[in-house]
């Protein structure tokens, strides 16, 4: 009797959950969740918590924006070393800067989307631009603020180094963007322009 109970016991151990059990489970999860919830239950779960497919698409968006919190850096910097680099697609909370994208660009080579709604342009750094958009080949399509394109040669760089890129969504856009988006992106498929940044929807 005693013998049954342990093993009944050891079969309703959570850390002898099937991986493929937990898998299914995990991608349910918010991102939230995944860095700070489960994976801290025990070393299978955080195994588990390391599987390319739970991170190729990446929302930090709706979830990580209290600047007193979250330190958009860090977030950046865990959530790379989480993918094991396999980030396909990637939303930047609010506070975010040009150089978490840089980060991201550097380890992810296969970025395909990203967004990042950069308020200012005191928040934008040239050399940082041109390293991520250099590394970004597989970029198609990006969400970003109007301040991203504050001078022409970044389209010109995009043009050059993201031979796939064909969709452009733009926040807080001016008259002078416009401008420049169609003089230099002739080929572009989709152009969305959103009148004000802090727009959530995607």
Not at 30 to 49: E, N
Not at 70 to 92: D, H, M, P
Not at 129 to 147: H, N, P, Q, R
Request: aromatic letters at 10%.
């Amino acid at each position: 009797m005693e013998k049954r109970r342990r093993v009944e016991k050891k079969k309703r151990c959570w850390e002898d959950l099937d991986s493929d059990v937990l898998l299914i489970i995990y991608q349910k999860l918010s991102i939230k969740d995944l860095l700070f919830g489960a994976p801290l239950c025990c070393s299978s779960w955080y195994t588990i918590s390391k599987e390319p497919s739970l991170w190729r698409e990446v929302d930090l968006l709706h979830e990580f924006n209290d600047v007193n919190e979250f330190n958009s850096r860090q977030l950046a910097e865990l959530v790379v070393a989480r993918s094991q680099g396999c980030i396909t697609s990637i939303k930047f909370p609010l506070t975010a800067s040009i150089d978490d994208l840089l980060l991201v660009a550097l380890r992810c080579p296969g970025i395909k989307y990203f967004n990042l709604r950069l308020p200012s342009k005191k928040l934008l750094k040239k050399k940082s631009i041109y390293l991520a958009i250099t590394k970004l080949i597989e970029l198609e399509s990006m969400d970003v603020g109007d301040c991203f394109f504050s001078d022409e040669w970044v389209l010109q760089l995009i043009n050059q180094c993201c031979p796939k890129f064909s969709k452009l969504k733009v926040y807080g856009i001016s008259w002078n963007t416009v401008y420049l988006i169609v003089t230099h992106m002739p080929k572009i498929n989709g152009l969305d322009l959103v009148q004000n940044w802090m727009l959530n929807e995607t």
